[in-house]
């Protein structure tokens, strides 16, 4: 038998949707391993997308809404960026990128399958309205 200090288990969030995503499970055994993975319960461990977001990405291009007056200075430089985010998460397809945002961006967008963008500039798009109007933009927001 077991002993149970030694069983760790952690369920991860999704670094886009923010949604239950993986389980991890100590398989050594070991108190030091098992509070190692206890530790990562309800937090991101990486950028891989959960299948829902994974799926959407398929689809189209997540925009995640950010506050950078209220996100930390060099929030971009980590290996797992956290800006501030607002609560909106918006599908947009990639000709909607293309013709709103510079080339640049687009390009950037299109080879990760995801973006930052300002809740102003998104309030200013008019996307936390489509989707109160459902009008096929898919998104979510707790604020707007």
Sequence with gaps: MTDKSNIGVALTKCYYCNKNDRILMNTRL?????RQ???AHGKVIDMEPCNECSDLMKK????????????????????IPNPY?????FVVTEDFCKR??????????????????EHKAAEGMGL???VME???IEGASDEG
């Design 30 to 34: 070991t108190p030091t391993k098992a």
């Design 37 to 39: 993975v206890e530790t």
């Design 60 to 79: 189209g291009i997540i925009l995640l809404t950010i506050d950078p007056e209220k996100s930390s200075p060099g929030w971009e430089k980590e290996s």
């Design 85 to 89: 985010r607002t609560g909106g998460f």
């Design 100 to 117: 709103v945002f510079p080339p640049v961006m687009f390009e950037w967008a299109r080879k990760h399958r995801f973006m930052y963008i």
């Design 128 to 130: 936390f309205q489509q």
């Design 134 to 136: 459902n009008t096929g």
